[in-house]
Nanobody
Framework: QVQLVESGGGLVQAGGSLRVSCAAS????????MGWFRQAQAPGKEREFV??????????YYVDSVKGRFTISGDNAKNTVYLQMNNLQPEDTAVYFC?????????????????WGQGTQVTVSS
């Protein structure tokens, strides 16, 4: 089993920055990839891909709307993955979830991921 615990969410004004973290425990931190997804709290909103890091090849992937603003990174010694979010906008408001994948697959697809955290709220005021 793997436990993922997110932290670092909060309230920030538009244009501000936040860093959310995801600490993994349980199984060895030798997974295939880690990802961040978000889900806005509005009717009909699905959980959407934000960013991912391939821990085997080191590649990073982002949804177009966050490219140039968000950066995903990992610290193997701390079993932690981070999402640095700059120039936040009100449309970035959502619950942010981290996820771990142990088998290859599309990192943009939430079905690739085997374990999920409980989420951390990020709210951006205008």
């Amino acid at each position: 089993q793997v436990q993922l615990v997110e932290s670092g969410g909060g309230l920030v004004q538009a244009g501000g920055s936040l860093r959310v973290s995801c600490a993994a425990s349980g199984r060895a931190f030798s997974n295939y990839a880690m990802g961040w997804f978000r889900q806005a709290q509005a009717p009909g909103k699905e959980r959407e891909f934000v960013a991912a890091i391939n821990r085997r090849g080191g590649g990073t992937y982002y949804v177009d709307s966050v490219k140039g603003r968000f950066t995903i990174s990992g610290d193997n010694a701390k079993n932690t993955v981070y999402l640095q979010m700059n120039n936040l906008q009100p449309e970035d408001t959502a619950v942010y979830f981290c996820a771990a994948a142990y088998s290859p697959g599309s990192l943009y697809d939430r079905t690739t991921y085997d374990y999920w955290g409980q989420g951390t709220q990020v709210t951006v005021s205008s």
